[in-house]
């Protein structure tokens, strides 16, 4: 069975820092893999998306994520926080030939402050 | 174009009582899922749709009732409702199955009391 374990249910950085936020998964099959942003009271969208094409992935407003076969994670990194950046994020594993069932980690909430 | 649109964004049932949360798409996709919300627990699907008239169980689909007469509609009916179903409904739908992106509805926030 899928799963998605996302470490740190909190991450709290300085705007200017570095953000990673850790996403680990677990599936038999090659994945589909995702990172989305929710926003306070929001729906969510979708950041970036890794379909085997190539294992590094960049997504919208900067963040970028790496997949890693040998270590089945895909860490969502940013260079530099921004202040609009906090939000929770959620990572999550859809699997190939399946009907887009998508299974979410718990989500990470980052806080950003000056 | 309006992407998922849904309907209550909030509501307040006691329990016992049912009611129908609405989800609509204008994308003409053939992929629909209903997920529910709850702190520290990420989203769990509830229901899923791949096509008019086929329906299938999520994760935690007990409670819920789904049908879908039509591409544009998804409606989830809750018929006799529960404390534990408070929750943050959100209402999602993929062109295809796996390698595209679900596009989320702003959500319903149900309380049952």
């Known amino acids: 069975a899928q799963s998605v374990t996302q470490l740190g249910s909190h991450v709290s950085v300085s705007e200017g820092a570095l953000v990673l936020l850790r996403c680990n998964y677990s599936s038999s099959v090659p994945p589909y893999l995702f990172w989305y942003v929710q926003y306070p009271n929001q729906g969510l969208q979708l950041l970036l998306k890794y379909t085997s094409a190539a294992t590094l992935v960049k997504g919208i407003n900067g963040f970028e994520a790496e997949f890693k076969k040998s270590e089945t994670s895909f860490h969502l990194t940013k260079p530099s926080a921004h202040m609009s950046d906090a939000a929770e994020y959620f990572c999550a594993v859809s699997v190939r030939g399946g009907y887009n069932k998508l299974i979410f980690g718990a989500g990470t909430r980052l806080a950003v402050h000056p | 174009n309006a992407g998922v649109t849904q309907t209550p964004k909030f509501q307040v049932l006691k329990t016992g009582q049912s009611m129908t949360l609405q989800c609509a798409q204008d994308m003409n996709h053939e992929y629909m899922s209903w997920y529910r919300q709850d702190p520290g627990m990420g989203l769990r699907l509830i229901h899923y749709?791949?096509?008019?008239?086929?329906?299938d169980q999520g994760e935690v689909p007990n409670g819920y009732n789904v049908s879908r007469s039509t591409t544009e509609d998804f409606p989830l009916r809750l018929l006799s409702a529960a404390p534990s179903q408070t929750s943050v409904y959100f209402c999602a739908s993929s062109y295809s199955p796996g390698v595209y992106e679900q596009y989320f509805g702003p959500g319903t926030r149900l309380t049952v009391t």
């Open positions: 749709s791949v096509g008019a008239g086929i329906t």
